[in-house]
């Protein structure tokens, strides 16, 4: 299900854990988001471009909230909290909104290490997904995941997302510049 669209999206889905919802980051999810970040620090260092813990304070999340919001109004991005009732289990972001000839988004997604296994991740990417292809009108999505993250390739695979090969030393994770598979799902598809 997808609500209005802009600074007031909400998305929703169904996982095994129960129901999901993709909301905007919130300045009232603060506590919540730095408490979730912090205790998932080593669990997400493998797979993410390093965060030091200055970025989870209070002023480098309302400079993140004030640019975050901005790139939505320029519809170049739509950032996501999953929540399972009131609690955040993760984030899910649609970036790098190409409404030329592309017409295409990239994909990331996160779940905090207790709440994986529920098919929150899966339910979260399809929500997002099928919101690019009918909310936004894009033909194209990819997401990009290290080919050691088997996880995140099976959300991908299990959501419809075809592997398109090897992007070589895409992002620099944990301090050395790391290859991705690329998966990419097409409006067709």
């Known amino acids: 299900m997808v609500g209005a669209r802009g600074t007031h999206t909400v998305l929703s889905g169904k996982a095994a854990g129960g129901t999901i919802r993709l909301v905007h980051p919130r300045w009232a ?17 493998p797979w993410e471009p390093y965060v030091s813990s200055d970025g989870l304070n209070r002023s480098a999340y309302r400079s993140r909230l004030s640019r975050l919001k901005k ?20 984030a899910c972001n649609i970036t790098h ?15 905090g290490e207790s709440f994986t296994g529920r098919g929150f991740a899966r339910a979260s990417v399809r929500a997002a997904s ?4 009918t909310g936004l009108g894009l033909h194209r999505v ?15 695979q299990a959501s419809g997302f075809t592997l398109e090969g090897t992007a ?18 097409l409006s067709g598809d």
């Open 29 to 45: 999810d603060f506590e919540a988001w730095s408490e979730l970040r912090r205790e998932n620090a080593d669990y997400l260092r």
């Open 71 to 90: 790139l939505v109004q320029q519809d170049r991005a739509f950032p996501f909290h999953i929540f399972r009732g009131e609690t955040l289990v993760g």
């Open 97 to 111: 909104i190409d409404r030329g000839t592309a017409q295409s988004a990239k994909l990331g997604y996160w779940i």
């Open 130 to 133: 099928n919101f690019c292809f």
């Open 142 to 156: 990819e997401a990009a995941v290290q080919s050691d993250n088997a996880a995140s390739i099976k959300v991908l």
């Open 168 to 185: 070589r030393g895409l992002l620099k994770i944990n301090g050395a510049w790391r290859d991705h598979d690329i998966y990419a799902k």
